[in-house]
């Protein structure tokens, strides 16, 4: 079990951070705590439970060791979601933060403590601070790189699996033209004509094709753009299209202005309405 620890610790930067802030919490909890007993005088003989709400109000805020990575990594593929994400983990930290330590000063000091009137009171006059500290501490944890700043590489799939009963198969993503949603079921739609059914949710399967080969042209259908030949603008709207291996699809209203889009990015010839282009 030692050994886990020392290898967790060496290896997780966010660990490593969470106990090093425990352990400060701790001691500065304690030192505040002697202070307050043997300069001022204030404990004369204090009870256990008043220590509580001291080491709370600092060990606390050694969740902020996982907390801003969780929230940084939450949005990472957008700067202002990441943002915002940060932003409102740590106002709901600093929110349960003094709820939780209201609920302990009104256990640790009896039935006379008002715990609404102590939960008002601490956020209206330490709310400012406490997020300041939660700030600092994500701000150190950045400099210090427990969170990636730069993003892997995403990893595509090159390959979809399907099964036959018991035999396990795949399909060559380049081979493939286009996903058709059928349920729970997604049917893939091949070059040499041929049709598979598997297992995913066409949403779930969105995320795993590269976006610069498909594109998603109706709730039911994703189309791989290699493999488009001809469309035709539909006169009830959106497009119909057709592929080199003889098959038609539709692209739908709804995914129209991303369709033309796309026609756009790749400098194809645009058409009037009914007529067809061909590439």
């Not at 701790?26 to 007993?37: C, E, M, P």
């Not at 640790?108 to 700030?135: K, P």
Request: glycine share 6%; aromatic share 16%.
């Amino acid at each position: 079990m030692r050994k886990k620890l020392v290898k967790v610790y060496n290896n997780n930067k966010s660990f490593k951070a969470f106990v090093w802030i425990i352990l400060g919490g701790f001691g500065t909890a304690l030192s505040v705590f002697l202070r307050n007993k043997i300069i001022y005088g204030q404990y004369d003989n204090p009870p256990t439970l008043l220590f509580a709400p001291l080491l709370f109000e600092y060990l606390s805020f050694s969740l902020v060791a996982f907390l801003f990575p969780w929230s940084w990594n939450l949005k990472k593929d957008n700067k202002t979601l990441r943002a915002l994400s940060v932003g409102l983990t740590g106002l709901i930290f600093v929110l349960i933060y003094f709820f939780i330590l209201s609920i302990i000063e009104w256990y640790a000091r009896g039935q006379g403590y008002d715990l609404w009137m102590s939960y008002r009171f601490m956020l209206l006059h330490s709310s400012i601070f406490t997020s300041i500290v939660y700030a600092a501490i994500a701000a150190i944890l950045f400099f210090l790189g427990v969170v990636n700043i730069t993003s892997k590489p995403i990893s595509y799939s090159d390959r979809i699996p399907y099964r036959i009963r018991n035999d396990h198969f795949f399909v060559e993503i380049d081979n493939i033209v286009f996903f058709e949603s059928e349920g729970n079921y997604v049917s893939v739609h091949s070059s040499d004509g041929t049709k598979v059914l598997i297992r995913k949710k066409i949403g779930d399967l969105e995320s795993e094709l590269n976006p610069t080969n498909f594109l998603r042209v109706h709730r039911r259908t994703i189309i791989n753009t290699k493999k488009l030949t001809s469309y035709t603008i539909d006169p009830n709207g959106g497009y119909l299209i057709r592929f080199e291996n003889g098959e038609n699809s539709k692209v739908s209203k709804s995914y129209s202005q991303v369709f033309k889009k796309f026609i756009a990015e790749s400098k194809l010839p645009s058409q009037k309405l009914g007529k067809s282009s061909h590439f």
